[in-house]
């Protein structure tokens, strides 16, 4: 059974800075698509970012410049770098895989993730 598995969540400033992590128990991790998924309260979950097995990465508009992802395939871990946070980031983060393709898949309805988290809570304080 596959579990993805987020730490790193809290609480923090703005201006400040977090990292996520998400441990992801599948066998074929290096050559999954991976992206990171967040929902603030009252609105619908939205895209942040993903990594293709190529390590090839994009970005939603809101957090380019100031968001990082990247994968490390012997710890099956994928990482958000959140830099220069801002209380609009506030929301629940969700790591996702998709496991049909090594590939992140821009146009396909939530980018063709189908496993998920449970998510980690991040708040960010003016």
């Known amino acids: 059974q596959v579990q993805l598995t987020e730490s790193g969540g809290g609480s923090v400033q703005a ?9 992801v128990s599948i066998r074929t991790f290096t050559t999954t698509a991976l992206a990171w998924f967040r929902q603030a309260p009252g609105k619908e979950r939205e895209f942040v970012g993903g990594i293709s097995w190529s390590y090839s990465t994009y970005y939603a508009d809101s957090v380019k410049g100031r ?21 609009e980031d ?18 396909v309805e939530n980018y ?4 998920w988290g449970k998510g980690t809570l991040v708040t960010v304080s003016s």
């Not at 977090?18 to 441990?23: A, G, K, M």
């Not at 629940?92 to 146009?107: E, H, I, K, N, Q």
């Open 15 to 23: 201006g400040g800075s977090l990292r996520l992590s998400c441990v």
């Open 67 to 87: 968001f990082t992802i990247w994968r490390d395939n012997a710890k099956n871990t994928v990482y958000l770098q959140m830099n220069s946070l801002k209380p």
């Open 90 to 107: 506030t929301a629940v983060y969700y790591c996702a895989a998709d496991s049909m393709s090594d590939t992140l898949r821009v146009g």
């Open 112 to 115: 063709g993730m189908d496993l």
